[in-house]
């Protein structure tokens, strides 16, 4: 396995799905995410709901910008972040396979809760609402729920579930890292 930091070519994902030439499975997939607890840069491991490690979120901090890649358990990168720089709100950028694949905003009101607005390349448009602080919120697509996040399942303060219905897990992940690093980002500020 390379280690964190290491060089590794972008992979693109076979057409028949990433979960099923992955896990050999269509259906939904859990995973546990430890919250952020020090500070961006740091690398964590995502676990499948076995426990085996599935994905390594390598976090860097670079001059201006935070980043942070989505790397499998063989070091091969699945998906990267990044935040904007000149942005009127906190926004993060998705790339996957070297090419755009979505941005994820801060919704510019929302009263009652947080909210996310995430535009794909293709135009789609999902939103992410809930307790984002606590990780109990909603990604939502035109076709339904994307992925939940709860710690409902957990005891552990620093720990939650995932659980991801969309076929591109790599993407749903990446996008579920960039709301975390966005409302981290929005409660340092305060």
Known sequence: MTEPGGGVAAVVLPERGFRQAMFGQTGDVRYVMRQRVLGFGQDYWVSDESGNKAFLVDGKVLAFRRTFQLRGPQGEVYAVGRKKVFALRNAMVVSTGGRHAATVRKKLFSPLRHSFTITLADGER??????????????????????ETSRKWFRIRDSYGVEIYHPDVPLALAIVVCVDELVAADRESD
């Open 126 to 147: 999902w939103t992410a609402h809930g307790d984002l602080i606590e990780k109990n919120y909603t990604l939502e697509g035109p076709q339904g729920i994307v992925a």
